[in-house]
């Protein structure tokens, strides 16, 4: 009996130091879609306010208006930086899912980019959107404007200064690295190792 709960105690101890880091996410609350947006096309930019640890930004979604039903967000500029529109630049493709329409005749979509790879070193920084690009072309024809929620989130305005914040979440892939397989043997070997020291002591 002792030896069967030693050996899963062993399993248990392996299983958790290969076990991979946890997901963090940072949201700015639910969309509101009824009181204002802003433009992140046609030369504007927004950037909001987050927190969260550090690893690898690996997706980003936001709400937009939309006045067309069919000119719809394909890319975006996105950055991610320390301070307000800081950090280098990088377009994304986003996918698309209908919400609704709101009083004033604008279509309100959810826009999801997954599949990131923007490194985050922890700690509060800022995330930016512009450039928007929609069916038609990147800041053609189609204005794309950024729900405004006022979440917990510092907003900023590229011409204005700031402003109330954006409905956005943004996940990342938590930091850390997987053991070598040498320090797993080396780890693996100590428990077991302990678990002999502990075996005889309780059979005395």
């Known amino acids: 009996m002792r030896t069967a709960f030693l050996s899963l105690l062993t399993i248990l101890c392996l299983l958790l130091a290969v076990a991979p880091a946890m997901a963090d996410t940072y949201s700015n ?25 550090g690893g690898t930004v690996s997706s980003f979604h936001f709400v ?12 975006a500029d996105l950055q991610v ?27 309100l979509y959810q826009a999801d980019a997954t599949g990131l790879s923007i490194p985050w070193a922890g700690g509060a920084g800022y ?18 404007y950024w729900d405004e929620n006022s979440g917990p989130s510092t907003a900023y305005e590229n011409t204005l200064g700031s402003i109330p914040s954006e409905a956005f979440t943004l996940i990342h892939a938590g930091g850390g690295t997987t ?8 780890f693996g070997s ?4 302990l678990a002999g020291v502990l075996r005889r002591k309780l059979t005395r």
């Open 190 to 193: 100590g428990i077991l190792g």
């Open 29 to 53: 609350g639910p969309y509101n879609g009824t009181v204002d947006a802003w433009t992140i096309n046609f030369g504007f930019t927004v950037s909001d306010s987050f927190t969260l640890s």
């Open 64 to 75: 937009y208006w939309d006045a067309s039903a069919s000119d719809l967000l394909t890319t």
């Open 179 to 186: 053991p070598e397989p040498s320090s797993i043997m080396l």
């Open 127 to 144: 995330v930016t959107l512009g450039n928007a690009g929609s069916t038609s072309g990147c800041s053609v024809s189609n204005p794309i």
């Open 81 to 107: 930086g320390a301070t307000s529109f800081g950090g280098s630049a990088t377009t994304v493709a986003f996918s698309n899912t209908f919400l609704g329409t709101n009083q004033y005749g604008y279509n």
